[in-house]
């Protein structure tokens, strides 16, 4: 019998001059993959810089974590861009970040958009498909994570790329497998065994139940973990302990679809 597999994400590296964000050093020993923001959205050279190597020293696979240009709104807020602008944003972070890891002697891994990028990749075709021919044209070999079964895990695998599809613990879910918009009333889950009840299900049985009450089939390869949230410590290592004991193998290296 195979041994399920699943890579615990987070966004980190969010802090900005002289703001501090999250809990990095407190959550980077719980998660196998850090997403580093790359200075739109949040970020700037020397948090990216530590961040790099805070993640290889805890030999967590490292991620770009690419936004739109809005610091104010951190990225949340959606912008009308055009696929062309897509693609020179996704470029543009993700050559950033490959610098920094380059000269701190480590290697990318995967690239997932952030915030709003996201979520409009995961309706958007033409969105999905220019952050997909974005990461072809520049490091194929990465893994593109993307919301489970949405425009943009579907666009990678058309391009030729590894995909990782990605479910959320603190996420509600939508009929049609999105997720709920944060300022929707109950987007957030804020009930840690209801958390750990929605990822279980996820990661053992792809499903999820949804606000309007049937569950949907969904895959499962990389969960994501908010860092920044005021008990996301204590909710990485109840997630871990949840998955170690049922018998789910916490790691990056997890067989991606091509």
Request: charged share 20%; with cysteine.
């Amino acid at each position: 019998m195979s041994t399920l597999s699943v890579d615990l994400n987070c966004d980190l590296g969010e802090s900005f001059g002289a703001w501090t964000l999250g809990q990095d050093a407190a959550i980077l020993p719980f998660v196998t993959s850090a997403n580093i923001a790359c200075g739109f959205h949040a970020g700037d050279p020397t948090v990216m810089k530590q961040t790099v190597r805070a993640a290889l020293s805890h030999h967590v696979a490292l991620g770009v974590h690419p936004g739109l240009p809005d610091l104010v709104g951190f990225g949340r807020r959606t912008m009308d861009i055009s696929a062309e602008e897509a693609f020179d944003m996704v470029v543009y972070q993700l050559g950033a970040l490959a610098a920094v890891v380059r000269a701190e002697g480590g290697q990318l891994h995967h690239l997932k958009p952030h915030g709003a990028l996201y979520n409009m990749a995961a309706t958007n075709p033409a969105l999905a498909e220019a952050i997909a021919e974005a990461v072809y044209r520049t490091q194929p070999e990465l893994v593109l994570y993307g919301l489970a079964n949405s425009e943009l895990t579907k666009a990678g695998e058309k391009r030729g790329l590894r995909t990782a599809h990605e479910v959320f613990a603190d996420r509600t879910y939508q009929a049609n497998g999105t997720l709920t918009p944060r300022r929707q009333p109950d987007a957030l889950i804020t009930d840690a065994d209801a958390a750990l009840t929605q990822v279980l299900g996820m990661v053992q049985h792809g499903r999820v139940r949804t606000q309007q009450g049937p569950e949907v089939a969904i895959r499962a390869d990389t969960i994501c973990l908010h860092g920044d949230g005021a008990h996301a410590l204590e909710f990485a290592q109840r997630l871990r302990s949840a998955l170690r004991e049922a018998g789910v193998r916490v790691q990056a290296d997890f067989v991606a679809r091509r």
